[in-house]
């Protein structure tokens, strides 16, 4: 194959590419041996955040990743900048799980400004402002409005009482999970009238702020028979308020939950919790999967919708070893 052939061969590619990504409004991904990848993580505060981080950083051998991740320590301006850095390193592709659906709008757009094909994995964004497959390629996670319907029909099926007083934890203010696990669960659990919630509140998705918060409203709400929190971290906060106040989690109080962490598949075998809905960490191949589509030329479909398991006393025993 002579020069010229070659040349009008790249530039050949290059043109599908571009036509490709330019009819969706994205960037192309020119195919390489190696790409320069960036990870945006928000925090690092309880173990599926580490789960994740460590299923960016296990996959990049096998997918000829450079990675570069960061740490925002909690802080939606933080990860704002962290993203500003990487792409001021020259990242090929971003993989990004905004805190909260807001202020991260900021980085998607430079992140396309820049021409950084850009896909959102495990939390999106505000679609009132960022669009799938316009402003960012692709969100890559659970569906978060089931994941709070599946919770409260367990709860439905399986509480025995003739009264219900919930307690919600919720996740962290304006993320994608507390909006979605909020609408899905309270959508559904009206339509049973047995129950009622007395209390909502965050928890930031964190242990010992779950625990405190638990602590508080159950001064307020002393009959709560049934606490929802939007992860099992918080999950286990509750349940260790509950056990320091005297009660009996598993038996004069319903803990219901979702995420599916070893601590919490630990719970449900001894008695303490009675389900987990899955939300996996584990985004690294996935990652690599549709990232290798998108540079193989193909449109990615705008959600990359993961399906997710339901843990409770029948199975979570056969699950605990492959729990983070
Ligand atoms: C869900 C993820 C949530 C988990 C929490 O995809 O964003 O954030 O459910 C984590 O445990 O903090």
Known sequence: MNRRTILMSVTAIGLALTSV????????????????????????????????????VDTAESCNWDLITTDAAGSAAKQVADVESMIAQGIDVLFLPPREEKPLIPAVKRAQAAGIPTFLVDRSV???????????????????????????EWLSENFEGDKGVIVQLEGTTGSSPANDRKKGFD??????????????????????????????????????????????????????????????????VLVVSIDGTRDALQAIIDGKMGVTVESSPFFGPLACEVMNRYADGETIEPWVQVQDRIFTAENAADHIDEAY
């Open 126 to 152: 505000d679609p009132n402002a960022a669009v799938a497959g316009e402003d960012f390629v692709a969100f890559l996670g659970s569906d978060f409005i089931d994941q709070g319907r599946r919770v409260a």
């Open 21 to 56: 990504a330019s009819a969706q409004g994205l960037p192309p991904l020119e195919k390489k041996e190696r790409y320069k990848v960036g990870f945006s993580q928000m925090e690092s505060n309880n173990p599926w955040r580490i789960a994740e981080t460590k299923s960016f």
């Open 187 to 252: 959508d559904a659990i009206a339509a049973d009238d047995r129950f009622e919630i007395v209390a909502s509140q965050t928890g930031d998705f964190a242990r010992d702020l779950g625990r405190q918060v638990m602590e508080t409203l159950l001064q307020a709400h002393p009959d709560v028979n049934v606490v929802y929190a939007h992860n099992d971290e918080m999950a286990i906060g509750a349940i260790q308020a509950l056990e320091l106040a005297g009660r009996t989690p598993g038996e004069d």
